[in-house]
Nanobody, 119 residues
Framework: QLVESGGGSVQAGGSLTLSCAAS????????MGWFRQAPGKEREGVAG???????IYDKSVQGRFIISRDNYKKTAYLDMNNLNSGDTAIYYC????????????????WGQGTQVTVS
């Protein structure tokens, strides 16, 4: 089970931090990731992080977003900075075991999503 929190509304240029509490996926073989889906668009991968905290980002957020995880707390985070209207979307936490954490299509466990609105 994955439960997101931390979404909300923010002005352009502002920051938000999303959290994802997991019931498992704390070991080194797991990947945790963040995806987003904007209105009228397909869901896209934003960032992924391995159990050893190696991270990968989509180029649209590189340098602005930071993904991290705390294996003891079984929680992943997404620090979002310098937000713009293009970042408005429902953000989903996802997880999987094994493989490349940037292989977005292989994530098979999903949270319910949290809305982020940038105006």
């Amino acid at each position: 089970q994955l439960v997101e929190s931390g979404g909300g509304s923010v002005q352009a240029g502002g920051s938000l931090t999303l959290s994802c509490a997991a019931s498992e996926f704390a070991d080194s073989s797991s990947c945790m990731g963040w995806f987003r889906q904007a209105p009228g668009k397909e869901r896209e991968g934003v960032a992924g992080v391995s159990g050893g905290s190696i991270s990968i980002y989509d180029k649209s957020v590189q340098g602005r977003f930071i993904i991290s995880r705390d294996n003891y707390k079984k929680t992943a985070y997404l620090d979002m900075n310098n937000l713009n209207s293009g970042d408005t979307a429902i953000y989903y936490c996802a997880a999987k075991y094994g493989g490349n954490c940037g292989d977005w299509a292989q994530f098979n466990n999903w949270g319910q999503g949290t809305q982020v609105t940038v105006s």
